[in-house]
């Protein structure tokens, strides 16, 4: 398969290790090396990996593999799974949000929402966030750990046998940072890719950047063909260092120099998500700004009316100022669409859910989530 990257994990060291590795973190290539290393024929691996995305949990469902190899298998390796915690279906459309454990405790949040062109999930790729974005819920709390490539590729398979249809399109937009988490990142994008997983095309996926301009550059070197959603919020550096505390190391033009170089070494079109917030940043003179900024690039600008979080004092501006805002974008040359907003009857937003999960928690309710801040 193109483009596959070799993750951290390194297969001689899974062999001697104390500890089992999960298979869903190998990436197909490491996976035929470990089934060669256990004695067995390289086209096992294909067969482990079809079983891995079917979403088995035990190595007893996988029917095809003998029994001595499954006992292998056990000893040096094991298959995660993603528990359905807590579910939320939309009475206002098809939106269906989850609240995922992971197997040492810890909580993401998935969102499915349908679409004409198809079923789509928006994923997580942390336990919170460290990125500290003003208007984010997911961020309150910090940053606790890592998704692990199989624990993302998790959110996939589990939401997906759950509604019991295909998923055809990712968004990783969900709690925590996609650039933050690079290789993990990677890994997850090649196994959703490949055509004996859940072959998820490229260009069905979207992995959005708050700005982590290092890492936007080695996604560019990888040259996997996704679509880059970067965060911007603002145009200026006083009014988005506000809002966002990754613009005190990365700035505007520092982010804005790198998106035009992956935009002329990649061709493809960059989405700018813009957050609309009541007098910080929707005002006429920041979107005549933005519309010098951003001018003739290969882009697209994403207008998101902000979402309401207990913890923050940011409110989501009027329709006619929303309208406005996206018609100065318009009238100087820069596309724009307003986010269609979905499950607002289940704040379908990513970072509440778990983040109400938490104060319960912290208020006693909960006894068995240690591992959790």
């Known amino acids: 398969m193109q483009n596959e990257k070799k993750g951290n994990v390194k297969v001689s060291d899974l062999l001697t290790s104390q500890s089992k590795v999960n298979l869903k973190d190998l990436s197909y290539s490491q996976l035929e090396e470990l089934v060669l290393s256990l004695g067995e024929k390289k086209f096992r691996a294909k067969q482990i990996f079809e079983w891995l995305h079917k979403g088995v949990e035990s190595f007893d469902e996988m029917t095809n593999i003998s029994l001595s190899f499954r006992q292998k298998l056990n000893q040096k390796t094991y298959i995660s799974v993603a528990e359905i915690e807590e579910k939320y279906e939309s009475k206002i459309d098809e939106t269906k949000k989850y609240l995922l454990r992971l197997q040492d405790g810890n909580m993401v949040e998935s969102v ?11 994923i997580s790729c942390q336990v919170g966030c460290r990125m500290g974005c003003k208007f984010c819920a997911s961020t ?86 996704i679509t880059l959603s970067v965060s911007l919020h603002s145009p200026n550096n006083e009014a988005r260092s506000k809002i966002m505390p990754v613009n005190n190391k990365y700035p505007v033009d ?34 005549k700004e933005l519309s010098v900024l951003l001018k003739g690039m290969l882009c697209h600008v994403n207008l998101i009316p902000v979402n309401s979080v207990k913890e923050r004092d940011f409110k989501k501006p009027s329709k006619e100022r929303i309208e406005r805002f996206r018609r100065i974008l318009e009238k100087n040359g820069i596309n724009a669409t307003v986010r269609r907003e979905l499950g607002s009857d289940i704040n379908a937003s990513c970072g509440q859910l778990r983040r109400n999960k938490i104060n319960e928690n912290k208020r006693g309710d909960l006894n068995d989530n240690s591992s959790i801040i």
């Open 112 to 122: 499915v929402m349908y679409y004409k062109h198809g079923i789509t999930i928006c």
């Open 140 to 225: 309150i709390g910090g940053l606790v750990r890592n998704l692990t490539a199989g624990e993302i590729l998790d959110q996939v398979i589990f939401v997906q046998k759950d509604i019991g249809e295909r998923i055809s399109n990712i968004v990783m937009m969900g709690i925590g940072e996609p650039m933050d988490n690079f290789d993990n990142v990677i890994t997850f994008l090649n196994n959703v890719n490949h055509p004996f997983g859940l072959n998820i095309g490229y260009r069905h996926i979207s992995v959005s950047t708050c700005g982590v301009v290092p890492n936007i550059s080695r996604l560019m070197d990888v040259d996997i063909p």
């Open 254 to 287: 520092e982010l804005i120099d790198i998106c035009r170089e992956y935009i002329k070494k990649t061709g493809r079109r960059i989405s700018f998500e813009y957050a609309l917030i009541e007098g910080v940043s929707d005002l006429d003179s920041l979107a």
